[in-house]
């Protein structure tokens, strides 16, 4: 193991109790969505509808793959690509505004577990910067 893969490791073993309620609601949330996602794609009216429906559910599985990965050894980019859930989500009420409820909700729920995790990032951050 390098030197910074241990850091990291380290670094995972001494989250905080906000990273780890953040954390956990950032990987329930995101997987209710996957299942909720390929259920509605079931009951979906039309091609497109099917198609968006299974387009969430496979950004959902990618984030879910970050997360229990790259997001829990602390590594940066992964904190950053999560708000691209947290967007997508805010967005979506947009496009779709009778469903704009649920998915600002989630947005808004996302967005906050996010900033709890945010502390022990800078954290592991910081202790990457002081890596040789």
Request: overall charge neutral.
């Amino acid at each position: 193991m390098t030197e910074t893969a241990e850091a990291m490791h380290a670094a995972g073993r001494t989250q905080s109790l906000g990273y780890k309620i953040g954390w956990w609601f950032l990987v329930g949330i995101t997987g209710l969505s996957i299942v909720s996602h390929v259920s509605l794609a079931g009951f979906a009216e039309g091609a497109t509808e099917v198609f968006v429906f299974f387009s969430l559910a496979a950004i959902n599985i990618y984030a879910l793959a970050v997360l229990l990965t790259a997001y829990r050894r602390g590594e940066r980019w992964a904190w950053w690509v999560t708000w691209v859930m947290v967007a997508i989500y805010a967005l979506t009420t947009l496009k779709a505004p009778d469903e704009g409820r649920y998915y600002l909700g989630t947005a808004v729920v996302m967005g906050a577990a996010q900033l709890l995790t945010l502390s022990s990032f800078r954290r592991n951050w910081e202790r990457l910067a002081e890596v040789p």
